[in-house]
């Protein structure tokens, strides 16, 4: 199956300070990247979704000022939690869809990064 | 709107058991996919199956099987002979097709095979 590389794969940082979260598509284009938050013991719950080159759509009740997510390339997509707090801790997933071998692939997920905010 | 609901929280059952995981959907479209996807405890996402609604034959891939009912909207999964490293968080999901395709999950059943 195709390969979505996610980086780092676990993080804590200070609460004010800034993350970033890559997603890379490894092995295809990804045209389309959707980045979801999950919370101990919950389901995962779309935030955005990101199109190549355009600006993402964000879900309703995710700020997007908080929330930065940058889809430049065809293989990379970023999600920065700007001015973290504790109660932004959970575990971020991204994944991509785009064209491989010729057909749609399925999306794809990433590892997952664990964001600890102290 | 789209929703999954995954009626079962948790099951538990001893190894060799067969187990199957309920997934009741809704949906306007007429046309959509349906997921199941496996959480070991490590949290990644492992993709295990994805069905067209058009597509309505079961379909069984070693010990996993699904069977897709449109007509009670349901794409229950099922393991036969379950092992302990079957042991995970299963999520079943739904996609528009030609639209935003992005997934809407149900909240997952915790599955824990005994030894």
Request: proline share 3%.
């Amino acid at each position: 199956g195709a390969v979505v590389s996610q980086h780092p794969s676990r993080v804590i940082c200070k609460s004010g300070t800034s993350v970033k979260i890559e997603c890379r598509s490894l092995d295809f284009q990804a045209t389309t990247m959707f980045w979801y938050r999950q919370f101990p013991k919950q389901s995962l719950m779309l935030m955005a979704t990101s199109n190549e080159g355009s600006k993402a759509t964000y879900e309703q009740g995710v700020e997007k000022d908080k929330f930065l997510i940058n889809h430049a390339s065809l293989t990379l997509s970023t999600l920065t939690v700007t001015s973290a707090h504790p109660e932004d801790s959970s575990f971020y997933i991204c994944s991509a869809r785009g064209w491989g071998a010729g057909r749609n692939t399925e999306a794809f997920f990433g590892q997952g990064t664990r964001l600890t905010v102290v | 709107a789209q929703k999954v609901t995954q009626a079962q929280t948790e099951i538990s059952v001893v190894e060799k058991e067969d187990v199957t995981l309920d997934c009741v959907y809704e949906t306007r479209d007429t046309t959509y996919y349906l997921f199941w996807y496996k959480q070991p405890p490590s949290g990644e996402l492992v993709f295990l199956i994805r069905r067209n609604s058009f597509d309505e034959q079961n379909e069984i891939s070693g010990r996993y099987s699904w069977n897709f009912q449109k007509s009670t909207s349901s794409f229950n999964f099922t393991i036969t002979a379950s092992q302990v490293v079957d042991s995970a968080v299963y999520f079943c999901a739904l996609s528009d097709v030609g639209g935003s395709e992005k997934l809407v999950f149900g909240k997952g059943t915790k599955l824990t095979v005994n030894p």
